[in-house]
């Protein structure tokens, strides 16, 4: 079956074709429901190939499917070619599958959108993307579909291009993403020179033969470019923006998988981590500040996705902390519930703004939970799976990390347990905010409904639940985010996800039940990440819900302005920036490029005034030129012949 | 007798001599015209001079060649003429300058 493996993107490529030539006659909501069919299609080839994979020995699971050669230049040889093994079907499972169930989420919410359709294009071709790139068996097909994401994300954010802020949001993401980009660009170019090759399977098996700077400089390289696509400190800027695009999106590619590519990279080229220690302190040490930095702004944000956003970011922190721990099964792990209950948590808000027409600010919410059943109880147990409350996927996931931190250093364990607390604390914020508490959005609505009275349009204005092709997706990803720690469970024999992926690890990859660390100390880790959690919720609750202390005051102008970052980032790049252009705008191109065009110009013609002279127009001038030409030909002939 | 290449080849340079003089001095195109054939027949005579003074046969068959350009040429250049006269009667070589820079 594992021949089959180009059916996977293969399948939404072919979505894609077809909702490009036939998406308009299809229509609402037909060509939804082709791309949900196909992404769901690519999801049970996936899954046929990962039961495949799973008959095999350990040892034989690696399984390279060439497809047809790319390029062929000189010493170069790169190959579109497919990499199975348990890392990449793992990534591709759980593209698949959240991005079906998202797929499905987008028919009912995109309904009645004037671009429908083309929505789905894009989506299906994301899907592709996505799914090159974790499939592919070299870096520069990786690259491709890391590009392919890019666009995507740039397509979908500006997808709602009539308001102002989505396209200059959409922007940013890119040129954001250049930075980053050029890193891994670089990064390859150091591979080929050191390895000769592109293809994982080489390449990786030399990491630990060359020298530790190489080595390195590539990791370092493949960082930042993983920080951007990632949104790490100092390239996350683009993230928050991002949430200009539809939900679905948000859930999709700016949670679930698109933001996870960073950390899948980093995973796959593990055994150049471990060659190089100097780097994984790097890494862990970026994670884990940019997991406590996202956090505390999203503790004073009021928009419903951006309060979101800044925890994606944060736990994109965590997963760069494990990885930068070299516990490379922990951040797999943490990505994949992070998938499930962030594409929740996603899809849960789309859901109210959904229900409230369009309303995203938080303080115009709450008392939701009446109005709203299933939305509520599922975005409840994506929070408790967030927050880290045992029994829920995210408590196991993040211990994980948080052991495997403290193995490392206690000094980042801290950091990642503060982190902890305020990822309770603003979750719990937000779920008080929205779904419980008074109706805020009676008083917004009531002012609204006056004006719109005459026109008919919100007479009984109420919030309502979504459709059923919403309220799916969301009871599935919240069954997910309530057992997906079952799929690696610290006990004795139930590591499952670990042993999975031990092949892909080699011998350098550490997981949690290889540590040091006694049993006691481990439990001792989990009592005090739920002894934060419960704080963090237990704080929150006295704020928002009990109101014992006024909200503006936890709330500061610096974190609503997250650090004015923005600002900074103006400050410092955009406006050297700007003045550089000006300068170019106003030196170098009117003085220096049009001088010299000019110049040439005016040489060209002072030279014809001259020599149009010449050209009298009577042929006897012509002759007499053409006559004494040759007399003087054939005298310089004589001469030299007498000579 | 014979006469001695030198004496025909002296003939044909004063041949072209007359030919290029009239060409630059006079006005009238046909005068113009008969001075380049007069230039193209002095090249002729010394071809055939040359051919037989070094007994190459390639001089006798090039001037068949100048020959068949020359007739050529001269298609072209009465009809050129002729359409000249056709716009104006008693025309000089100078007053079709229309063309200068």
Not at chain 1, 9 to 21: D, R
Not at chain 1, 457 to 472: I, K, V, Y
Request: proline share 3%; net charge negative; charged share 15%.
């Amino acid at each position: 079956m594992t021949d089959a493996v180009w059916l996977i993107p293969a399948l939404p490529l072919a979505g894609f074709l077809i909702l490009l030539v036939a998406g308009r006659r299809l229509g609402d909501p037909l060509a939804g429901w082709l791309a949900t069919a196909m992404s769901g299609a690519s999801f049970l080839v996936t899954l046929a190939v990962f039961i495949d994979l799973m008959g095999e020995p350990g040892e034989e699971r690696h399984v390279v499917e060439d497809v047809f050669t790319w390029i062929s230049a000189g010493q170069l040889h790169v190959n579109v070619g497919f990499l199975v093994d348990p890392l990449s079907v793992t990534m591709a499972l759980f593209v698949t599958g959240v991005g079906t169930l998202i797929h499905l989420y987008s028919v009912g919410y995109m309904h009645g959108d004037d671009r429908y359709p083309t929505f789905f294009v894009y989506l299906n071709l994301f899907a592709f993307s996505m799914l090159t790139l974790v499939l592919a068996d070299n870096f520069l097909l990786t690259f491709v579909g890391w590009e392919g994401v890019g666009a995507c994300s740039y397509f979908l954010i500006s997808f709602w291009f009539e308001r102002p802020a989505a396209p200059s949001a959409g922007k940013k993401a890119f040129v954001t993403n250049r930075v980053g980009d050029f890193g891994f660009m670089v990064a390859m170019f150091l591979i080929f020179a050191t390895f000769g090759s592109l293809q994982y399977t080489e390449v990786l098996e030399g990491a630990s033969t060359i020298a530790e700077g190489t080595a390195t400089a590539i990791v370092l390289l493949l960082f930042l470019g993983a920080a951007g696509k990632s949104a790490q400190l100092p390239l996350y800027v683009w993230l928050p923006d991002a949430m200009e695009g539809p939900t679905p999106v948000s859930a999709l590619i700016h949670a679930a998988t698109m933001v996870t590519a960073g950390v899948f990279l980093m995973v796959r080229v593990n055994p150049f981590i471990d060659a190089a220690p100097d780097a994984a302190t790097v890494i862990a040490v970026v994670g884990a500040l940019t997991a406590l930095f996202a956090a505390t702004v999203a503790c004073s944000q009021n928009d419903i996705k951006r309060v979101l956003a800044y925890s994606t970011i944060s736990q994109l922190g965590y997963m760069f902390l494990a990885v930068g721990s070299e516990a490379y099964a922990a951040a797999v792990f943490h990505m994949v519930t992070h998938a499930f209950f962030k594409a929740l948590l996603f899809l849960g808000a789309g859901s109210v703004i959904h229900g409230l027409h369009d309303e995203q600010d938080m303080k115009l919410m709450g008392g939701l939970r009446r109005w709203m059943p299933i939305t509520s109880a599922t975005f409840i147990v994506g929070w408790l799976a967030i927050a880290g409350v045992p029994p829920f996927a995210g408590f196991w996931s993040k211990d994980d990390i948080l052991a495997n931190a403290y193995d490392v250093s206690p000094g980042l364990w801290a950091v990642g347990l503060v982190t902890a607390l305020l990822t309770a604390y603003y979750m719990a914020r937000q779920v008080f905010l929205v779904f419980f508490g008074d109706e805020r959005w009676k008083a917004a609505a009531e002012g609204e409904g006056q004006a719109a009275h005459a026109s008919g349009a919100h007479g009984d204005f109420r919030p309502h639940e979504s459709p059923w092709t919403m309220a799916l997706p969301l009871v599935v990803l919240a069954f997910l985010s309530l057992v997906g720690g079952l799929l690696n469970l610290p006990f004795k024999g139930t590591h499952h996800l670990e042993t999975w992926l031990e092949p892909v690890f080699g011998e350098g990859g550490k997981t949690l039940h290889h540590l040091t660390l006694s049993a006691s100390t481990k439990l001792g880790l989990a009592a005090l990440a739920t002894a934060a959690s419960l704080l963090g919720i237990g704080i929150a609750y006295l704020i928002y819900l009990r109101h014992k202390v006024r909200e503006e005051t936890v709330e500061p102008l610096v974190l609503r302005r997250a650090w004015y970052v923005d600002p900074l980032y103006a400050r410092i790049i955009e406006a050297p920036g700007r003045l550089l252009s000006t300068f170019s705008a106003n030196v170098v191109d009117s003085k220096v490029i049009d001088g010299a065009v000019n110049g040439v110009a005016a040489l060209v013609r002072a030279g014809g005034s001259r020599l149009r002279v010449l050209q009298s127009g009577y042929v006897r001038n012509y002759a007499l030129a053409v006559a004494s030409g040759a007399a003087l030909v054939l005298g310089y002939v004589v001469v030299r012949a007498g000579g | 007798m014979t006469v001695a290449g030198e004496w025909y080849l002296t003939l044909a340079a004063m041949l072209f001599t007359i030919g290029a003089v009239g060409l630059l001095v006079r006005r009238n195109v046909l005068v113009m015209f008969m001075c380049v054939e007069l230039m193209l027949n002095a090249v002729n005579l010394t071809f055939v001079t040359f051919a037989r003074m070094l007994d190459d046969i390639g001089g006798q068959s090039v001037v068949f060649f100048v020959l068949v350009v020359a007739a050529a040429e001269v298609v072209v250049g009465l009809g050129i003429i002729v359409s000249i006269f056709r716009r104006r009667i008693d025309t000089t070589a100078d007053d079709a300058s229309m063309l200068r820079g």
